[in-house]
């Protein structure tokens, strides 16, 4: 079935370092990607998407490329910062009305 | 805009115990969801809904019930609550055809004890 797998937390980085946070997924079709973004007590927000190979989201410093080849999108930022600490989840989605998670990526910037 | 609201924020119930998690948009959004939501397992789709009176099936619905009078309601009602129901519950509208991706509640965490 359609899954996504990412990798696993909780992750600690320190102010200005790059993150990476990786994100596999497996589809029965040509799915479009998500990264959604949970911050403490609060509900998940769009960080960024992709619908098609090739293409790249961006947004607030973060990105990911949607690779078809690798059945990947990474989510990348070249300098975190403390109010990035938060929850990330890779999401997909065939139809666009039922949406499959990853398990969350915990994310914690020290100063 | 409130997008989506959800009442109430947090909950204690003991075994057996009823009760029903509200769930607002004021968006016009023709889909919603629950999802819970239990540590290191990601989001479960418990029901949705596509529209006003069609409500289906999630990966998880056992124990849950849901119904969709209006277009801006969606309420999930726990009949006999179980120490297993124990989670952070999500509801989450979405209109097709606009940029894809859901609008997500601020969610209900509920204890059974």
């Known amino acids: 079935g359609d899954s996504v797998t990412q990798m696993e937390g909780p992750v600690t980085l320190s102010e200005e370092a790059f993150l990476t946070i990786n994100c596999t997924y497996t589809a029965t079709g040509y799915p479009s990607l998500f990264w959604y973004v949970q911050y403490p007590g609060e509900g998940l927000q769009l960080l960024l998407k992709?619908?098609?190979?090739?293409d790249k989201g961006s947004n607030k410093g973060f990105e990911a490329t949607y690779r078809k080849e690798t059945t990947s999108f990474h989510l990348e930022k070249g300098s975190v910062q403390v109010s990035d600490s938060a929850v990330y989840f890779c999401a997909l989605t065939l139809t666009g009305n039922q949406f499959y998670f990853g398990t969350g990526t915990s994310l914690t910037v020290i100063p | 805009n409130a997008g989506v609201t959800q009442t109430p924020k947090f909950r204690i119930l003991k075994i057996g115990q009823s009760m029903t998690l509200q769930c607002t948009q004021d968006m016009n959004h023709n889909y919603m969801y629950w999802y819970r939501q239990d540590p290191g397992m990601g989001l479960k789709l418990i029901y949705y809904s596509v529209g006003a009176g069609i409500t289906d099936k999630g990966e998880v619905p056992n124990g849950y019930n849901v119904s969709r009078s209006t277009t801006e309601d969606f309420p999930l009602r726990l009949e006999l609550a179980a120490p297993s129901q124990t989670s952070v519950y999500f509801c989450a509208s979405s209109q097709l055809g606009q940029p894809p991706g859901y609008t997500f509640g601020s969610g209900t965490r509920l204890t059974v004890v």
């Open positions: 992709a619908t098609k190979a090739d």
